[in-house]
């Protein structure tokens, strides 16, 4: 089982397994023989059941979902609970004060399959990232409807491994994570000075500097002014909006076609390397917001000492990166729409 921790100087919060290091992971579960992907087409009983199944027929999309005796198996996405989840709607231990805070860690930890096919985020069509979406917006719903939710993290890490199978994680906390409160904070803080949006006024400014990557109908792809990762890029709304959970699909779909851009241009930039897909997203149960974003961290390089001090390192300037980004990701668009 695992627990929480809070530091007691900067209020830090810690996931902590209070037991086998080996008994929880961030959701790249493997099979004990490594040959067999649990994820792949065949292998579903590998898994727990899913809570949701995509099914795609003659056009129509159908939602449906696993038993412990039957498997959907023409599905195009699934969503599973984690089999060793980092938190748990059945944790259970000890709740200590401060200086040593702790409480179980509940919440709920799925894993979305992204694709039948075995294969790297970059190839992922953009009709799939669009399945992918719809997805992800009918778990997010509803798990903000149930108990003990107050913010539902999205993300993905991939490792650049023949093991790895594209998945997303999604995992639930009891309260707003650290970082997207200090991000919330800070937002509203600037409105209410300036009277505008920080992101808004940013997707303005940037439209026409050396960071813009590209631009379609309701987004932009950037590298941000202070990266914290070489070669760091975010897809921003270009309108104001809080949460992914209100996209249309015509938005659903133009955001689909900028992951397959991005990700592509990313992968013929810089080859296949590590990186982490982050959604920063407005909390459904507060009534403070944000400007939802996604964020791509590459993991390039080890830390630096100064990172100790909340200080980053970049070796490779956002300018720089954007050139070599932008490139390789327009003529990925150009592919797209058939100029090339």
Request: glycine letters at 4%; one cysteine or more; proline letters at 6%.
């Amino acid at each position: 089982m695992t627990q929480f921790r809070k530091d007691n100087i900067l209020d830090r919060l810690v996931i902590v397994n209070d037991g086998n290091s080996a008994d929880v992971n961030d959701g790249n579960e493997r099979h004990e023989n490594d040959d067999v992907c649990i994820y792949c087409p065949g292998n579903e009983h590998l898994t727990r059941p899913a809570v949701l199944a995509l099914v795609q027929k003659e056009g129509m999309m159908r939602r449906l979902s696993d038993t412990e005796d039957y498997r959907v198996d023409d599905w195009c996405v699934r969503v599973v609970p984690s089999k060793n989840p980092l938190v748990s709607i059945s944790a259970n231990g000890k709740y200590t004060n401060k200086p040593f805070y702790s409480e179980p860690a509940y919440g709920y930890h799925y894993l979305l399959i992204a694709s039948r096919e075995h294969c790297k985020p970059s190839s992922i069509p953009a009709e799939q990232w669009s399945n992918v979406l719809v997805a992800l917006q009918d778990r997010v719903k509803w798990l903000y409807m149930q108990k003990g939710v107050s913010y539902v993290a999205v993300y993905m890490d991939y490792d650049a491994s023949s093991l790895w199978h594209p998945h997303l994680n999604i995992i639930t906390f009891p309260y707003i994570p650290p970082l997207i409160e200090q991000e919330v904070e800070s937002i509203n803080r600037y409105i209410n000075e300036a009277g505008s949006c920080p992101l808004c006024n940013m997707v303005s400014m940037e439209d026409k500097s050396p960071r813009h990557l590209v631009s379609i109908e309701n987004f932009m792809a950037l590298c941000p002014w202070a990266p914290t990762h070489p070669y760091e890029f975010w897809i921003v709304p270009k309108k104001h909006a809080i949460q992914l959970l209100r996209m249309t699909q015509k938005e659903i779909d133009e955001l689909a076609t900028m992951l397959r851009i991005m990700l592509g241009g990313f992968y013929n930039t810089l080859g296949d390397v590590k990186f982490s897909m982050i959604i920063h997203s407005s909390s459904e149960k507060s009534r403070k917001q944000l400007h939802w974003h996604i964020e791509v961290h590459p993991r390039l390089v080890d830390s630096y000492g100064l990172e100790g001090f909340g200080v980053h390192f970049l070796n490779i300037s956002p300018e720089y990166a954007a050139s070599r980004l932008s490139f390789a990701s327009r003529r990925e668009l150009a592919k797209m729409v058939g100029i090339i």
